[in-house]
C-alpha cells in the first residue's frame, strides 16, 4: 500500500505510517489479523496488557454487548513478559510497525520488572502503562485515580525503561486532567486516553450479571463523547503527545478525536465489528484530507474559541 | 477464513422460534469441515458484537450453506427479519478444530447427540459422514414438539438412524438424550455432540471409561471470533493451559477442556 | 387505565402506582405530554430542574446526538421558583400523580430558596437536589463532586424542607459510593442517579463542537451500563431508597435497575425516542412480573453472590 | 398531534441528494397547516432522536402527505434508504404557528422565498395560498442546477410566478434570493419564507421598513419536538422572553424573534 506522506506522525518512540493503531486487548499480539491483511498497514500496534507472570483471567462469560458498546472483564489473560518477549514480539518483528507494549500489574515492581523484560525487544518503540484496567482487582486501577500513586509509578518505571513512556488514563475519575498534569510532572513522554469505563449489564431475565465478573470495562462507539470531551479536556493542560481512543469506527471519527485533541488514534472495540477496521480506516483518511483541504493530519487541531 | 457480505437467499421459520437461512456467495467455498462456525454481523449499527453460529450444511454445486438459530435476543431476532436478497456481513469460517469426520470408518459405531440449536453443526458432520459410507446413530433432543427441527432431514441422509427424544414426549419418546444414550448396551467408537454445557458434560461422564473418541463442540460469549481478545477460553483439563474456543475449538476432544 | 397492585411503590413523599416517572428535564412540568396521555397513568413526575430566578438557558444547538446516546447543554432554562410555584404545579395539581421537584443553584442558598418557595405546593411530594448539572458553570456539579459540599448542601436544605430530600448524584466522579454515604449521613432521604455524564462531539466537516457550549451532558441507552454499575454499587452501602436512571427506554430496562439496586426508574431521554414510552412500559411491566413469577415488583432485588 | 406508523408509499431522489418521500395513515387527516412538520424516527435503535421534516404538501383525498429531505447525515441517509411498503413512526403535525396562508387576499402582493431545503414548505404554503384564489411570486434559490427542486411543482400552480436562482447560474439566474429580491422595485404585502438563517436574516434587515407582513421558519436541533425540553429555544428580539421552536413555531413573524 502506498502511504500518503500526509499521514505521517512522529510520536516519541513510534514513527507512525498514519494515525491508526489497534488498541491494547483487542488485537491480542497481533496473529491472528496478520492472517487478514498486513500489518504493514498500521501506524502502531498496541499489544495486549503484559504482566510480570502470566496469568489466566477471569471466569467466562468475559464480554456482554451494551447500546452501541459492549462490557469486558477478560482480566488481563497473557502469557507473561518473558513469553511475550521470547515468542510474540519476535513475530511482531517481521513485520515494519512500532509496537507500543501495554504493561500492567499489582505493585510498582511488577510494571518495572516488565519494562525489565522487554526494554531490548528490538521492536518495541515505547510503553504504555495500562493504570487503568477496571477488571482485576489488582490491575493498577488504584494507580489510575489517584495523581500521586500514578506519579510515583510514572517515576518508577521512567527510572528502568529505556524507551518512551507512555500513561494510559482511566475514565473513571472526577478530574482526569489532575492525573494526566501529575503523570506529566512525572517524567511520561504521552499520554493514552481512555481506557474503559467501569459498567455492569443485568440479564433481566435470570436477575444476574451477564459477566461472570460481575462488572466489566464499557468500550465502543457508546463511550465516544466521553472520550472526546477527556481528550479535549487533557489537551488543554498539557504539550504531551497524545494516543486517543474510545469508540473509532471510522475515519469520521479519527477526524472527531484528532480535532479534539489527539495526534493519533487507537480502535479497539471496532475490530470485533470489523476486523478490517483499521485498514478501512486507513485507506479512507486522505479523502478527508481533500476534503477538509489541509495539508497534514497534524493540522487538524481545533483552536477552541472558549480556551 | 474471509470477511465478505453474504446475500441471504431464504430465510425460513422451521421451529418455534429458529430459522433456516440460507446464504450465498464466494466464502462458502473455503467451508470445508463440520463444527466450523461464521461470525455473523447482525443488522444495526447498536449493535457491535458479531453471532457466532455454526455451518448448518454447506451446499458447493449451488454456491450457499446454511444456518439455523434460534431467537434468544436482539441479534438473533433482527436476522429472523432479514429477507431474501439482504445482504449480510460475515467473518467465517472460523474455527480451526470441527467434528474429525474424516476419521470414523465405515463399520465403525459413530454416534452423534444433539440438542435444541446444537443439532445444526451435527446435521453437517452426518452429512460427511454419510458422503463417506460411515452409517450413523444420531439423538436429537428439544423441550417439545414444536421446537423439533432437522428430525425428518437426518431421516433423510443415507444409513442414518435417528432418535428424537422430547423433555414432554410430545415428540418421538419422552425423555432427555441422556436417558437415551444410557440405553445404548455399549460405547460408541466415536461420539460427536453439540448442546448444552450440563448435556455435553452428562455425556462426557458418562464415556468417562469407555474407548469412545469423544468431541464436544463449545459455545461462549464471543468478541473478534477469530482469537485475539480472550472472550471465550476455557482452562484445560490439567488446569495449566486454556484454549481459545473460537480458534482452537469450537470442537474439543473429551477431556481436552474443564466444561 | 387498571393499576396492577404488584406495581404500588411507596418511597419516601412518592406514593407510587408504579416504579415509573419521566426524568427530570426530560418532561419539562408535564403539558405537553398531557396533550399524548393520561398523567396519572403515571407513578410520579420529576419536573424540569428550578432554581431561585429564572434562567435562560445555554446558546443553541443544545442537543446533539451520539452513538445510542445523546448530549445536551440546555443551561437550567426554566422560569424560576415563583413561576413553578403560581403557574406550572397548580398544572400538575390537576392530575393523582405526586411531583419531584428538581432543584437546582449556584450556592447553597439558592437551593434553600427554591425549596422554601416550593415546600407548600401540596403536590410536591418531595424535593431531588440537583448537584450534579454539567451545563453551567455554577450549576451544581461543584457539590456533586466533593462529598463535604455535598452533605454541607443536603443539611442546609433538609433544615428549611417539610418534604423529604432526594440527592441526584453525579456519574462524572471517582467513588460515587463517597458521595452517597456523605448525603446519607448528612440527612438525604433518598437518592437519585444516575445524572449525565459529561461529554463533547466535533463536527468532524466543520472542524468545531456541535453543542455551542462546547460540552454537554450524556444520556440514553449508552450510559445504562455505567448506570446499572454505580446504582449497584450505591446499593451496597446503603438503605436509602435509590430512584435509577439512565438509559431507560423498555419495561426489560427497569428490570435490569430494580435487579441492579433501584426502588424506581426514571425515564430521560427515551421520552424523546418515544413520547409514549413511560405509559408502554408501565403497561408492559405486569407481563415480565408473570414471566419472572415474583409477587411484587420490590421482590426483583439481585442478592449478590460476592457482596 | 399523534404518533404513528405511516407507510412509505413512495421514496425517489428528485434532486442531488434530494429525495421525495410520500407517506400514508390516519395521522395525514390532522395535517391542515402548512409550516407545521413531523417528528420523524429513523430506522435503528442507535439514533435516540427523532428528525424534524416540514411536510412539502398533503393531498386529503388519498390519505397521504409528502416530504422532502437533504442527506445530510445518518439519519436523512437512512431515509433515503427506506423503500415503499416500510414503516416509519411519526410524530405529528407539529408546531402551532405556520405560515398564515389563510390571511392574504387575492389581489395582495405575496412573495415567497425558499432556499434549498427550505423549498419544500412553501410549496405546500403556495399550494393553498392559489386554492384560495391568491397569485404569488416565488423565489427559489439553489446553489446549483443539480440542487434544483419542485421548479416545474411550483410552475403548474395556478397564479404561480417563480424564478429560480443558482449561486453558479446553472439553472434559472446566476445570484443569491437576496439579489431578486432586491431587483423587485416595491415591498410586497405578504412575504414568507424558509432556508438557512443567514438568509432568513437578510431577507428580514432587507424588509425592515416596509408595510410587509414577514414570515420566517426556522430551524434548530431538536430534542421532544413538542415543547418539553428546551432544546430549540431562540430568544424573542426584546431580549426579555423565548420562544420554542418546536411548539410556538417554527413560524414566527418578523422581529418576534433574534434571527
Ligand atoms: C461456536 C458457536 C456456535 C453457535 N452456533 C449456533 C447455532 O448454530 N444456532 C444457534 O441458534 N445458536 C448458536 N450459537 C449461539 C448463538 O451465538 C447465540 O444464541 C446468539 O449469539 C445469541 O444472540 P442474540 O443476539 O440473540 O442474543 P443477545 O443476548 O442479544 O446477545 C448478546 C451477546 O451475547 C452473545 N451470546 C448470547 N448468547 C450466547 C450463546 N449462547 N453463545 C455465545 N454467545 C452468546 C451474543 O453473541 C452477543 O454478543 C453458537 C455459539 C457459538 C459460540
Ligand atoms: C422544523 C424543521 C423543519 C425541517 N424541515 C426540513 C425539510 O423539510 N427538509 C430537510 O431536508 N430538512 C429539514 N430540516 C432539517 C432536518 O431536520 C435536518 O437536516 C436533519 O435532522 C438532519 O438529520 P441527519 O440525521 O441527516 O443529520 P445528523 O447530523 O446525523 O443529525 C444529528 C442530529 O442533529 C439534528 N440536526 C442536524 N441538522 C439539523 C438541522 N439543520 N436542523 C435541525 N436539526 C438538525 C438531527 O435532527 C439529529 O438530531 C428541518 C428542521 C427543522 C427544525
Ligand atoms: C476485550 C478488551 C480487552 C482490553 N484489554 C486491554 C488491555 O489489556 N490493556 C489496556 O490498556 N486496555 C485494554 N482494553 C481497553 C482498550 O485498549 C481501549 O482503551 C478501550 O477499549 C476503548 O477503546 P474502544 O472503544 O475503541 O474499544 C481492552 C478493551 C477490550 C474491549
Ligand atoms: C434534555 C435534558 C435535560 C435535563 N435536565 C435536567 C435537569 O434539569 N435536572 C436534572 O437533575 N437532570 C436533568 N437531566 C438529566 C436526566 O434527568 C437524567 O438524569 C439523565 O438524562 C439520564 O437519564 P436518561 O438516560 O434516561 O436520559 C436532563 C437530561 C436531558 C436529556
Ligand atoms: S472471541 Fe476473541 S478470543 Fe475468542
Ligand atoms: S425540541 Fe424540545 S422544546 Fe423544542
Given at each position: 500500500m502506498e502511504t500518503d506522506p500526509r499521514l505521517y506522525v512522529t510520536l516519541p518512540g513510534l514513527p507512525m505510517k498514519n494515525p491508526v493503531m489497534p488498541a491494547s486487548g483487542c488485537f491480542a499480539f497481533g496473529r491472528e489479523y496478520a492472517e487478514l491483511f498486513d500489518l504493514e498497514e498500521l501506524g502502531a500496534v498496541a499489544i495486549k496488557g503484559t504482566t510480570g507472570e502470566a496469568r489466566i483471567g477471569n471466569p467466562t462469560p468475559r464480554v456482554a454487548e451494551t447500546p452501541s458498546g459492549m462490557l469486558n472483564a477478560i482480566g488481563l489473560q497473557n502469557p507473561g513478559a518473558q513469553a511475550v518477549r521470547d515468542e510474540e514480539l519476535p513475530f511482531l518483528a517481521n513485520y515494519d510497525v512500532p509496537v507500543l507494549a501495554n504493561v500492567s500489574g499489582s505493585t510498582p515492581e511488577e510494571y518495572v520488572v516488565v519494562v525489565q523484560t522487554l526494554n531490548d525487544a528490538p521492536n518495541v518503540g515505547a510503553f504504555e502503562l495500562n493504570i487503568s484496567c477496571p477488571n482485576v482487582k489488582e490491575g493498577g486501577i488504584q494507580f489510575g485515580t489517584d495523581p500521586d500513586a500514578a506519579a510515583a509509578l510514572t517515576e518508577a518505571v521512567k527510572r528502568v525503561s529505556t524507551k518512551p513512556v507512555y500513561v494510559k488514563l482511566s475514565p473513571n475519575v472526577t478530574d482526569v486532567t489532575a492525573i494526566a498534569r501529575a503523570v506529566e510532572a512525572a517524567g511520561a513522554n504521552g499520554l493514552t486516553l481512555i481506557n474503559t469505563l467501569l459498567g455492569m449489564r443485568i440479564d433481566a431475565g435470570t436477575g444476574k450479571p451477564v459477566l461472570a465478573n460481575e462488572k466489566g470495562g464499557l468500550s465502543g462507539p457508546a463511550v465516544k463523547p466521553i472520550a472526546l470531551r477527556m481528550i479535549h479536556d487533557v489537551r488543554q493542560g498539557t504539550k504531551l503527545p497524545i494516543i486517543g481512543m474510545g469508540g473509532v469506527q471510522s475515519a469520521e471519527d479519527v477526524i472527531e478525536f484528532l480535532v479534539a485533541g489527539a495526534d493519533v488514534v487507537a480502535v479497539g472495540t471496532a475490530n470485533f465489528s470489523n476486523p478490517f477496521v483499521c485498514p478501512t480506516i486507513i485507506r479512507e483518511l486522505p479523502e478527508w484530507l481533500d476534503k477538509l483541504d489541509v495539508a497534514h493530519i497534524g493540522a487538524l487541531r481545533w483552536q477552541g474559541e472558549k480556551i | 477464513m474471509k470477511n465478505e457480505s453474504l446475500t441471504v437467499v431464504e430465510n425460513k421459520t422451521i421451529a418455534a422460534k429458529t430459522h433456516e437461512m440460507t446464504l450465498s456467495g464466494p466464502l462458502v467455498d473455503a467451508i470445508d469441515q463440520p463444527g466450523t462456525f461464521l461470525h455473523v454481523a447482525v443488522p444495526g449499527e447498536d449493535l457491535v458484537l458479531r453471532r457466532p453460529i455454526s455451518i448448518a450444511a454447506v451446499n458447493q454445486g449451488a454456491g450457499t450453506c446454511a444456518i439455523v438459530y434460534k431467537e434468544e435476543g436482539d441479534g438473533t431476532e433482527r436476522l429472523a427479519r432479514c429477507r431474501a436478497g439482504d445482504q449480510l456481513e460475515v467473518l467465517g469460517p472460523l474455527g480451526n478444530q470441527g467434528f474429525p469426520v474424516e476419521e470414523p470408518l465405515p463399520g465403525d459405531d459413530v454416534l452423534l447427540i444433539g440438542g435444541g440449536v446444537g443439532v445444526p453443526p451435527l446435521y453437517f458432520a452426518t452429512c460427511e459422514l454419510v458422503k463417506r459410507g460411515v452409517s450413523v446413530s444420531v439423538i436429537l433432543g428439544f423441550q417439545t414438539a414444536a421446537a423439533v427441527f432437522y428430525a425428518r432431514a437426518f431421516n433423510e441422509l443415507p444409513g442414518c438412524d435417528v432418535h428424537v427424544m422430547t423433555d414432554d414426549g410430545s415428540n418421538g419418546r419422552a425423555?432427555?438424550?441422556?436417558?437415551?444414550?444410557?440405553?445404548?448396551?455399549?460405547?460408541?467408537?466415536?461420539?460427536?455432540?453439540?448442546?448444552?454445557?450440563?448435556?455435553?458434560?452428562?455425556?462426557?461422564?458418562?464415556?468417562?471409561?469407555?474407548?469412545?473418541?469423544?468431541?464436544?463442540?463449545?459455545?461462549?460469549?464471543?468478541?473478534?471470533?477469530?482469537?485475539?481478545?480472550?472472550?471465550?477460553?476455557?482452562?484445560?483439563?490439567?488446569?495449566?493451559?486454556y484454549r481459545k474456543i473460537c480458534r482452537d475449538g469450537p470442537v474439543f476432544a473429551f477431556k481436552e477442556v474443564v466444561l
Amino acid at each position: 500500500m502506498e502511504t500518503d506522506p500526509r499521514l505521517y506522525v512522529t510520536l516519541p518512540g513510534l514513527p507512525m505510517k498514519n494515525p491508526v493503531m489497534p488498541a491494547s486487548g483487542c488485537f491480542a499480539f497481533g496473529r491472528e489479523y496478520a492472517e487478514l491483511f498486513d500489518l504493514e498497514e498500521l501506524g502502531a500496534v498496541a499489544i495486549k496488557g503484559t504482566t510480570g507472570e502470566a496469568r489466566i483471567g477471569n471466569p467466562t462469560p468475559r464480554v456482554a454487548e451494551t447500546p452501541s458498546g459492549m462490557l469486558n472483564a477478560i482480566g488481563l489473560q497473557n502469557p507473561g513478559a518473558q513469553a511475550v518477549r521470547d515468542e510474540e514480539l519476535p513475530f511482531l518483528a517481521n513485520y515494519d510497525v512500532p509496537v507500543l507494549a501495554n504493561v500492567s500489574g499489582s505493585t510498582p515492581e511488577e510494571y518495572v520488572v516488565v519494562v525489565q523484560t522487554l526494554n531490548d525487544a528490538p521492536n518495541v518503540g515505547a510503553f504504555e502503562l495500562n493504570i487503568s484496567c477496571p477488571n482485576v482487582k489488582e490491575g493498577g486501577i488504584q494507580f489510575g485515580t489517584d495523581p500521586d500513586a500514578a506519579a510515583a509509578l510514572t517515576e518508577a518505571v521512567k527510572r528502568v525503561s529505556t524507551k518512551p513512556v507512555y500513561v494510559k488514563l482511566s475514565p473513571n475519575v472526577t478530574d482526569v486532567t489532575a492525573i494526566a498534569r501529575a503523570v506529566e510532572a512525572a517524567g511520561a513522554n504521552g499520554l493514552t486516553l481512555i481506557n474503559t469505563l467501569l459498567g455492569m449489564r443485568i440479564d433481566a431475565g435470570t436477575g444476574k450479571p451477564v459477566l461472570a465478573n460481575e462488572k466489566g470495562g464499557l468500550s465502543g462507539p457508546a463511550v465516544k463523547p466521553i472520550a472526546l470531551r477527556m481528550i479535549h479536556d487533557v489537551r488543554q493542560g498539557t504539550k504531551l503527545p497524545i494516543i486517543g481512543m474510545g469508540g473509532v469506527q471510522s475515519a469520521e471519527d479519527v477526524i472527531e478525536f484528532l480535532v479534539a485533541g489527539a495526534d493519533v488514534v487507537a480502535v479497539g472495540t471496532a475490530n470485533f465489528s470489523n476486523p478490517f477496521v483499521c485498514p478501512t480506516i486507513i485507506r479512507e483518511l486522505p479523502e478527508w484530507l481533500d476534503k477538509l483541504d489541509v495539508a497534514h493530519i497534524g493540522a487538524l487541531r481545533w483552536q477552541g474559541e472558549k480556551i | 477464513m474471509k470477511n465478505e457480505s453474504l446475500t441471504v437467499v431464504e430465510n425460513k421459520t422451521i421451529a418455534a422460534k429458529t430459522h433456516e437461512m440460507t446464504l450465498s456467495g464466494p466464502l462458502v467455498d473455503a467451508i470445508d469441515q463440520p463444527g466450523t462456525f461464521l461470525h455473523v454481523a447482525v443488522p444495526g449499527e447498536d449493535l457491535v458484537l458479531r453471532r457466532p453460529i455454526s455451518i448448518a450444511a454447506v451446499n458447493q454445486g449451488a454456491g450457499t450453506c446454511a444456518i439455523v438459530y434460534k431467537e434468544e435476543g436482539d441479534g438473533t431476532e433482527r436476522l429472523a427479519r432479514c429477507r431474501a436478497g439482504d445482504q449480510l456481513e460475515v467473518l467465517g469460517p472460523l474455527g480451526n478444530q470441527g467434528f474429525p469426520v474424516e476419521e470414523p470408518l465405515p463399520g465403525d459405531d459413530v454416534l452423534l447427540i444433539g440438542g435444541g440449536v446444537g443439532v445444526p453443526p451435527l446435521y453437517f458432520a452426518t452429512c460427511e459422514l454419510v458422503k463417506r459410507g460411515v452409517s450413523v446413530s444420531v439423538i436429537l433432543g428439544f423441550q417439545t414438539a414444536a421446537a423439533v427441527f432437522y428430525a425428518r432431514a437426518f431421516n433423510e441422509l443415507p444409513g442414518c438412524d435417528v432418535h428424537v427424544m422430547t423433555d414432554d414426549g410430545s415428540n418421538g419418546r419422552a425423555g432427555t438424550v441422556i436417558d437415551a444414550l444410557n440405553e445404548r448396551p455399549y460405547a460408541p467408537d466415536w461420539l460427536f455432540s453439540c448442546g448444552p454445557r450440563g448435556m455435553l458434560r452428562a455425556i462426557e461422564t458418562n464415556a468417562a471409561d469407555s474407548k469412545t473418541h469423544g468431541y464436544v463442540s463449545l459455545e461462549e460469549r464471543m468478541g473478534c471470533g477469530i482469537g485475539a481478545c480472550f472472550a471465550c477460553v476455557c482452562e484445560t483439563n490439567d488446569g495449566a493451559s486454556y484454549r481459545k474456543i473460537c480458534r482452537d475449538g469450537p470442537v474439543f476432544a473429551f477431556k481436552e477442556v474443564v466444561l
